[in-house]
């Protein structure tokens, strides 16, 4: 069974600072990863999609890939208390998804 | 720019009775997918729909049915609804992986309550 794996949290960083968000997997052969952002009572809303490895940027955003560790991660910087949200990774497993459980994120002003 | 439609967004039933959530996306996506989420718990695959005409169970199918009307719609059904069928469901929609990985996107959700 593939899966993916996320600490639950919560992890409570200051305003102003760098939230770090990390994420395994245990399909080596897996190619596409997504961050979803879900504010609680809310849908999944896709904030970033990362395919390589290396680093991709968008605005206060990063997403980190490093297939050979099996291991992507997230970077939100300058984090405000409205980045307040549960995180979900998740990884395309051919025509489905698979889905971590999610890292509550709390930013503290 | 609508995206994914789910009607209703709240609904309440009593143990029995049986209803159908709807779906449906303007993306020209061919797969479709049915979540429920609980409370403190991760999305979990109820059924999906890799192109018109075609359906496959997910993780948790028991209990539900679905119908692939069209390209665009695809219907979930609860024909006697249970009390652990209490959650919040989440339709989704994607390009096919052969055209690329695309990620899925989310219609608001269901809130479904069964007494």
């Known amino acids: 069974q593939k899966e993916v794996e996320q600490n639950s949290g919560p992890l409570s960083v200051p305003e102003g600072a760098i939230a770090s968000l990390n994420c395994t997997y245990s399909?080596?052969?897996?190619?596409?990863f997504f961050w979803y952002r879900q504010y609680s009572g809310k849908s999944p809303e896709l904030i970033m999609s990362?395919?390589?490895?290396g680093d991709k940027e968008d605005g206060r955003f990063t997403a980190q890939l490093n297939k050979a560790s099996q291991y992507v991660s997230l970077l939100i910087r300058d984090s405000q208390p409205s980045d307040s949200a549960t995180y979900l990774c998740?990884?395309?497993?051919?025509?489905?998804?698979?889905f971590g459980p999610g890292t509550r994120l709390s930013v503290l002003p | 720019n609508a995206g994914v439609t789910q009607t209703p967004k709240f609904q309440v039933l009593k143990t029995g009775q049986s209803m159908t959530l709807q779906c449906a996306q303007d993306?020209?996506?061919?797969?479709m997918y049915w979540y429920r989420q609980d409370p403190g718990m991760g999305l979990r695959l109820i059924y999906y729909?890799?192109?018109?005409?075609?359906?496959d169970k997910g993780e948790v199918p028991n209990g539900y049915n679905v119908s692939r009307l069209n390209k665009r719609e695809f219907s979930l059904r609860l024909e006697s609804a249970a009390p652990s069928q209490t959650s919040v469901y989440f339709c989704?929609?994607?390009?096919?992986?052969?055209?690329?990985?695309?990620?899925?996107?989310f219609g608001d959700g269901t809130r479904l309550s069964i007494l």
């Open positions: 989704a929609s994607s390009k096919s992986p052969g055209t690329g990985y695309q990620p899925q996107h």
């Open positions: 399909d080596r052969g897996s190619q596409s």
């Open positions: 990362i395919y390589s490895n």
């Open positions: 998740a990884v395309r497993d051919g025509q489905n998804f698979v």
């Open positions: 993306m020209n996506h061919n797969s």
């Open positions: 729909s890799a192109s018109e005409g075609t359906t």
